[in-house]
T-cell receptor
Framework: EDKVVQSPLSLVVHEGDTVTLNCSYEVTNFRSLLWYKQEKKAPTFLFMLTSSGIEKKSGRLSSILDKKELSSILNITATQTGDSAIYLCAVERSGGSNYKLTFGKGTLLTVNP | NAGVMQNPRHLVRRRGQEARLRCSPMKGHSHVYWYRQLPEEGLKFMVYLQKENIIDESGMPKERFSAEFPKEGPSILRIQQVVRGDSAAYFC????????????????FGEGSRLTVL
């Protein structure tokens, strides 16, 4: 069974700090790893990382995939209170069931002013 | 362009009652996926539907749970004779009719329906 483990489970920082969230995975026939941000509403897509795209950046957020270590990190620099959310990591396997994402439990990030 | 719409957002049921959760996919999307998020757990895949077809229900509990996506109207996740363990957030997601999840690969999620069983 595919498995995704995120760490830490929760994190409290002050505005302006830089944070690194971790995601490790075990999946048969890995295809991609996805990061989502979940506030008190719909999970919203952040990044998708594949073998052909192992590093992504968008503003203060960036993510790297390490296929050797079967892991990924999500970095947020100069954090703001609006970054407070649960960050979800998910993996997808290749083949017919590419819609069946396996999610981790998430990391709850709290950014205090 | 409205996103994935789910209702009700919150539903309270007593043990033994039925729960019906609805999901309208994004405009132009004909593929719907249901995920369940139990307390302290990650999102778990339940079922994948296209219009009038169940494609993959491998994540659905064997009893009491059913899903449909009729030709007209929203997709419905139905839970009969609910028990306390059914209390969870149920998320619906959709993707374009090509069956791919769009160029960026993401599923478009709704805001979820939170079921509480008393």
């Amino acid at each position: 069974e595919d498995k995704v483990v995120q760490s830490p489970l929760s994190l409290v920082v002050h505005e302006g700090d830089t944070v690194t969230l971790n995601c490790s995975y075990e999946v048969t026939n890995f295809r991609s790893l996805l990061w989502y941000k979940q506030e008190k509403k719909a999970p919203t897509f952040l990044f998708m990382l594949t073998s052909s795209g192992i590093e992504k950046k968008s503003g203060r957020l960036s993510s790297i995939l390490d296929k050797k270590e079967l892991s990924s990190i999500l970095n947020i620099t100069a954090t703001q209170t609006g970054d407070s959310a649960i960050y979800l990591c998910a993996v997808e396997r290749s083949g017919g069931s590419n819609y069946k994402l396996t999610f981790g439990k998430g990391t709850l990030l709290t950014v205090n002013p | 362009n409205a996103g994935v719409m789910q209702n009700p957002r919150h539903l309270v049921r007593r043990r033994g009652q039925e729960a019906r959760l609805r999901c309208s996919p994004m405009k132009g999307h004909s593929h719907v996926y249901w995920y369940r998020q139990l307390p302290e757990e990650g999102l778990k895949f339940m079922v994948y539907l296209q219009k009038e077809n169940i494609i993959d229900e491998s994540g659905m509990p064997k009893e009491r749970f059913s899903a449909e996506f009729p030709k007209e109207g929203p997709s419905i996740l139905r839970i009969q004779q609910v028990v306390r363990g059914d209390s969870a957030a149920y998320f619906c997601a959709s993707s374009p009719s090509t069956g791919r999840r769009g160029n960026t690969g993401e599923l478009f999620f709704g805001e979820g329906s939170r079921l509480t069983v008393l």
